[in-house]
């Protein structure tokens, strides 16, 4: 977000890359980046989990975020490459993926013009080695419904959705630039959990922002 004021302030450093510039990294370092190592990675995390990136970025105008600033529209990736990650992952012993991204629910829609997360969902849950599939960060509005079907249905999906609901007032709701109401929420919560009645859910909530009154806190 802030490259250019850090060149200026900072001219010591050799080069700025962002989270979109793998090839500009490469071509830095003089690196030949072969087809065949897409996929390949080296993780951080105790082998048994790995995170796994879907997409980066992020379309929502949420009012209190720079993530769009600061990474740029939702780019997705593809499932295919997705696949071969997974598949990567699992042969080194990887039990456990952890699907990341700015906006899960919004996957899919600018490379395949649908919400694409229960066909992702149910690829990899056939990854060989894959005993759990955990969701992080869905966003609310326009929920795709039949990913919850594939947790339902496909033992390998964790009923578990990390969901950021943010706020419990409709007009603050809308001063958050969400794209939902209270109701709206109630609904899909109660939707999820009619689905899979036992679902573990996990949420975020903001306190403070402005024009939050006290009855709306």
């Not at 370092?29 to 080296?42: A, M, N, P, T």
């Not at 995170?51 to 975020?65: N, V």
């Amino acid at each position: 977000r802030y490259k250019q004021s850090l060149e200026a302030e900072i001219p010591e450093v050799d080069a700025y890359f962002g989270t979109m510039d793998m090839p500009m990294l490469l071509k830095k370092f003089d690196v030949d980046y072969k087809h065949e190592l897409l996929g390949d990675r080296i993780t951080s995390t105790a082998m048994h989990y790995s995170y796994l990136k879907i997409a980066e970025g992020c379309d929502r105008p949420c009012s209190f975020c720079a993530i769009p600033i600061m990474r740029g529209k939702h780019v997705s990736r593809t499932i295919d490459d997705l696949v071969i990650e997974a598949t990567n992952l699992a042969k080194r012993g990887t039990k456990e993926l952890i699907l990341i991204a700015q906006d899960l629910t919004y996957y899919g829609l600018d490379i395949y013009k649908k919400r694409s997360l229960a066909e992702l969902l149910n690829r990899l849950a056939d990854v060989d080695g894959i005993e759990w599939i955990r969701l992080h960060y869905a966003y609310p509005s326009g929920f795709p419904m039949d990913a919850i079907e594939v947790m339902r249905d496909r033992k390998e999906i964790c009923n578990y959705l990390d969901i950021p609901l943010q706020h419990g007032s409709t007009d603050m709701l809308k001063r958050m630039r969400r794209g939902i109401s209270r109701p709206k929420t109630e609904e899909l919560i109660s939707s999820i959990r009619d689905i899979v009645p036992d679902i573990a859910i996990r949420t975020t909530l903001i306190a403070g922002h402005p024009g939050e009154t006290e009855e709306e806190f």
